[in-house]
């Protein structure tokens, strides 16, 4: 039994012949319509792949001709049957061509060798009578009743999904050479964003979109028109729901939506998020910068500034980054946003500032539109409260543990290998954090108390029992007054809070106090070095400085001048000594890692070592060497 539809026999006549842009429409509703007709269709292709492989010749001029003059031949019927008549026939002369040996092996004639065209984009074909009154609902899109047949309209900032491929966006609601035909086409799976419509015009109807691909981050279109399907009412988008979290949202919750479905889900209504503020403090000069394109309040419009992530690893600024605002007369002051830490942050999207942003003047076509710039602006999360723990751990800062038997790890979760268990009071230095895994909060810390094979233990440790019960804490150092200082106030200091005490009281400033100096002599040739060698912790010149009772030790710039002998002494004596912790060569310390020890985990070592060293800058009187 033959399958009679017209969609089989358009697809066949395809193959070989140019259709109209009606006849491609019908084709492509027909098969979508007919799984069979589909199947046939595609056997046909198929068919015409093998075809395509056999070697090409060429036609005797004879042959060339006849099949010519044929296909010339004005339609007199429907076109698709005299094409697949013509199409039969080529075929019988092209058999018939090969049996007779008429081929030759050169070439076609370039001139002959015409791909076909691509199909038209979605929303590029005008109907064949289109309505002449635009805010008149087309007939062939009427539902029962007069309604649209794609049944009720999409709402304003609701969200929409691309059903069919190859979607057009157009600068203006219609099919004319004024609007605009936009790339890339829309694949299906994109989302968008309705701003307005419906409008009807050419018998489709059109709405206002700015989309996205959640499957390619970095691809963009430009805001505009898309018909929101054929005009047999065949959809090309539909409403997407299920879109918005449900429940109490988390800050992984909204960072996993795009910035247009923040303002969707939430629009204005107050949300409390516990996130990790990251960005700068000082204000960002968007004057210049190519990549502004968005004018209006600078409180509300400003590229870049602080943002909200899950945690400080993410690589983040990114275009997903929840972008923080605060407004000048509103209730946060911006010099309490506390970055660098975990804070609870409580705000709110869709400010209605964001009515007076603008795309910026002088734009090159194209790079943004004003619907475009109050989307960027409405989706600033602005604070309303920020309520944020001193105690919290910062990373680059003294930390200790405020609870007894806290685990040490390999790596942040609870499936990484097991390290020692930390005592209450412990010291610690917090190297990196937080990651968020398995719910806790980590951070990376180096435990200057606890020195496994020569080197002090560097693993993760969880901030808190889910946010409840604390078990580390940032350690308020007791840091004595730089006037005054002595060897043994610097003495206890190292004892309360390890030897990282001094940098994190006095960082690199210059400090002044009174001590006798000797010279200390270590390895020749010791198992691990750090570059450069007179600042790393096998340095084998440094210097012990005492008042009598308690000593400590201090590195020397190789210009320091003092005499460098380990066999003999120096004169006795107190003298006057100018120091200072967080050398500037610390940036530079590098080394190989020790053995057993994790590259990472050298690295912050290192750090460690070159940065909380103390580094005599000058001795006065400069002690000299006692014998020969």
């Known amino acids: 039994m033959i399958h009679d539809h017209e969609a089989v026999e358009l697809a066949i006549a395809s193959l070989d012949f140019e259709l109209t842009l009606d006849e491609r429409t019908r084709m492509e509703a027909g098969l979508a319509a007919c799984a069979e007709c589909q199947a046939i269709a595609a056997s046909h292709l198929e068919v015409q792949r093998l075809l395509e492989r056999l070697p090409v010749h060429d036609a005797s001029p004879l042959v060339r001709q006849r099949v010519l003059r044929a ?9 698709w049957q005299v094409l697949l008549v013509a199409a039969a026939l080529f075929g019988l002369l092209l058999a018939g061509a090969i049996a007779a040996g008429a081929f030759r092996t050169d070439p076609l004639d370039p001139i002959t060798d015409v791909p076909p065209a691509s199909p038209p984009a979605l929303g590029d074909v005008v109907s064949p009578e289109p309505s002449q ?23 304003i900032d609701s969200i929409a999904q691309v059903v069919s491929g190859r979607l057009r966006i157009r600068s203006q609601p219609r099919v004319a050479d004024d609007s605009a035909k936009y790339e890339p086409l829309l694949d299906v799976g994109a989302r968008l964003m309705v701003l307005d419509g419906p409008v009807v015009a050419d018998d489709y109807e059109w709405y206002h979109v700015t989309a996205w691909d959640p499957k390619d981050a970095d691809r963009s279109w430009p805001v505009g028109w898309v018909a929101r399907g054929d005009h047999d009412g065949t ?32 629009g204005d209504r107050e949300l409390e998020l516990r996130a990790y503020v990251a960005g700068s403090d000082e204000p960002y000069a968007c004057d210049a910068d190519p990549g502004c394109v968005v004018d209006g309040p600078t409180w509300l419009s400003l590229l870049g500034g602080t943002s909200a992530e899950v945690d400080a690893q993410s690589g983040r600024p990114s275009a997903s980054a929840l972008l923080l605002a605060v407004e000048p007369s509103g209730p946060v002051p911006d010099t309490t946003i506390p970055r660098g830490s975990m804070a609870d942050l409580v705000g709110h999207f869709d400010h209605r500032a964001a009515a007076d942003c603008r795309a910026r003047d002088g734009l090159e076509a194209g790079r943004t539109t004003d ?17 944020a723990d001193p105690a ?39 190297v990196a954090g937080p990651v968020i895994a398995a719910d806790y909060e980590w951070f990376k810390v180096l435990v200057p108390g606890l020195e496994i094979e020569g080197a002090p233990r560097v693993g993760w440790v969880a901030e808190s029992n889910h946010g409840h019960e604390r ?56 198992t691990w070095q750090v570059d450069p060698e007179w600042l790393g912790p096998n340095a084998f010149y440094t210097l012990s400085i005492s008042n009598g009772t308690t000593v400590i030790n201090a590195h020397m710039r190789p210009d320091l001048g003092v005499p460098e002998t380990c066999g003999g002494g120096l004169e006795p004596g107190m003298r006057t000594i100018r120091a200072h912790f967080g050398d500037g060569d610390a940036e530079a310390c590098t080394g190989p890692p020790p053995s057993g020890i994790a590259a990472g985990d050298a690295e912050a070592l290192i750090a460690y070592w070159c940065r909380t060293a103390l580094v005599v800058d000058a001795i006065e009187p400069m002690p000299g060497v006692i014998g020969p």
């Open 133 to 155: 009154d635009a805010s008149a609902s087309p007939p062939s899109s009427e539902g029962p009743g007069g309604g649209s047949v794609f049944g009720t309209p999409l709402g």
């Open 235 to 266: 959809p090309w988008i539909d409403a997407l729901p299920d879109v918005c979290p449900q429940g109490v949202p988390s800050i992984t919750t909204v960072l996993s939506l795009a910035p247009v479905e923040r303002v969707a889900c939430f």
């Open 71 to 79: 296909s010339l031949v004005p339609p007199r019927t429907r076109q």
């Open 471 to 526: 078990w580390l804490a940032n350690h308020a150092v007791q840091c004595p007054a730089e006037d005054g200082l002595t060897v043994g106030a610097l003495r206890r200091l190292e004892r309360q809070a390890g030897t990282h005490g001094g940098f994190a009281c006095f960082a690199d400033a210059s400090l002044q106090f009174r001590g006798e100096v000797e010279v200390s002599c270590g390895e020749s040739h010791p």
């Open 371 to 387: 619907e475009a710039a109050r989307l960027e602006c409405r989706a600033r999360f602005v604070l309303t409260s920020v309520r």
């Open 392 to 430: 919290y751990p910062v990373a680059g800062a003294a930390g200790i543990t405020v609870s007894d038997r806290l685990r040490v790890r390999s790596a942040p979760g609870l499936e990484s290998r097991q390290y020692e268990l930390l005592s209450k009071g412990t010291p610690v230095w917090v």
